[in-house]
């Protein structure tokens, strides 16, 4: 049973160019949630879903999108990166909200 | 927003101390979770509080909501360096209550 699952874990990006991160949970949860990790700053939420198809903002949506098209996968994209991305970005999902199952984090670098 | 205040943002322990970790809320919480995270990895969850005075404890780990229900502590009885971490309470935000918050954590290192 591989939980929730992140890819990639590690990344490099020039300013400017794309990608999307891949959160994949195996535990058939509704609800799935990107955040971003910084320093002194805690877990701050960017955008969750409640089922598939729906998407919703958090604390700190701009300069993300994410799409839901099928339960298991919530995958989170940057359009065009900017060094103020550079941060720990972790997957969750759950049943209800509350007990949050976690991915082991992804680690994007923007020079 | 839901905020959550976390103190303090850091605490060094001798093993075999206790410690306390409190978490403040602006508003009423209708539910008040506690995680775990070992550095560089995701978070665990350790335990849930829903009702006013409610306390829960795993192993040396015991966690309360005081009663009006806007206060939780996480206290640790004789630390071990297995408990050395980051820990955050999270929340949900009132309103549509799916958005998820969590506090800024504290990081605990536990001195063998």
């Known amino acids: 049973n591989a939980g929730v699952t ?31 990790q ?11 879903s409640v089922g598939e198809g729906t998407t919703a903002k958090g604390e700190v949506p701009d300069g993300y ?3 839901r098209l099928k339960k298991q996968n919530f995958l989170l994209g940057l359009e065009s ?13 759950s ?10 984090g992804s680690r994007l670098t923007v020079l | 927003s839901q905020e959550l205040e976390q103190s303090p943002q850091s ?3 001798q093993e075999g101390k206790n410690l306390t970790i409190n978490c403040t809320s602006s508003k009423t919480l209708y539910g008040l979770y506690w995680y775990k995270q070992k550095y560089g990895e995701g978070l665990i969850f350790l335990m ?3 009702k006013g005075g409610e306390e829960k404890s795993h192993e040396k780990i015991t966690a309360k909501l005081d009663e009006k229900k806007q206060q939780s502590s996480l206290h640790i009885t004789a630390s071990q ?14 309103g549509t209550g799916n958005q998820f918050y969590f506090g800024t954590g504290t990081s605990l290192t536990v001195i063998p």
Not at chain 2, 81 to 94: D, E, M, T
């Open chain 1, 6 to 36: 992140q890819t990639p874990k590690f990344r490099v990006l020039k300013t400017g160019q794309s990608m999307t991160l891949l959160c994949a949970q195996d535990m058939n949860h509704e609800y799935m949630y990107w955040y971003r």
């Open chain 1, 38 to 48: 910084d320093p002194g700053m805690g877990l701050r939420l960017i955008h969750y």
């Open chain 1, 65 to 67: 999108n994410v799409s």
């Open chain 1, 81 to 93: 990166a900017a060094p103020s991305q550079t941060s720990v970005y972790f997957c969750a999902s």
């Open chain 1, 95 to 104: 049943f209800y909200t509350g007990e949050l199952f976690f991915g082991e």
């Open chain 2, 11 to 13: 605490l060094i322990v």
């Open chain 2, 48 to 50: 849930m509080l829903q």
């Open chain 2, 81 to 94: 360096p297995s408990h050395a971490g980051i820990y955050l309470c999270g929340a949900v935000a009132g």
